[in-house]
């Protein structure tokens, strides 16, 4: 080996090692961000009681979690096929009832209101903990 080809090895190996230094967390799927933001954004849903506060900070919440459901469940469909369903059928049924949740509704409605923010919450949960198989 000449050293003419060996200086091209060694810049060959400085420009790989450079790039791993530039782009850290290459490795991890791109789910693994989406799902800690979808954790982030839904743990204010825990702390709401509709039947305290009523329907609108429950709605406002949900509307405001929307993006980063449909994100994380697009991210990891073909990886978390179960999962991803699940958390998509809990946010669908959420989301049907606060569509249709008025700020004058029953007790009943509040109280599913509040039985399906608790089931959204633990079906991101579950999602969390299936996706931090394939990002720890």
Excluded at 61 to 71: D, S
Excluded at 84 to 90: G, I
Aim: charged share 15%; hydrophobic share 35%; aromatic share 4%.
């Amino acid at each position: 080996m000449s050293l003419r080809s060996g200086g091209s090895w060694l810049r060959g190996g400085l420009a790989i090692t450079a790039l791993a230094i530039v782009l850290p967390g290459c490795g991890k799927p791109s789910y693994c961000s989406k799902a800690s933001d979808l954790k982030r954004s839904v743990q204010q849903i825990r702390h709401i009681d509709p039947l305290t506060t009523g329907s609108t900070s429950v709605v406002h919440t949900v509307n405001g979690i929307e993006k980063n459901t449909n994100t994380a469940i697009t991210a990891a469909k073909s990886d978390f096929p179960q999962e991803t369903q699940a958390l998509s059928s809990s946010y669908a049924t959420l989301k049907g009832t606060v569509t249709q949740v008025s700020a004058r509704t029953s007790r009943a409605n509040l109280t599913t209101l509040a039985v399906q923010a608790a089931a959204f919450a633990n079906a991101v949960d579950d999602f969390k903990t299936a996706t931090n198989s394939k990002c720890g």
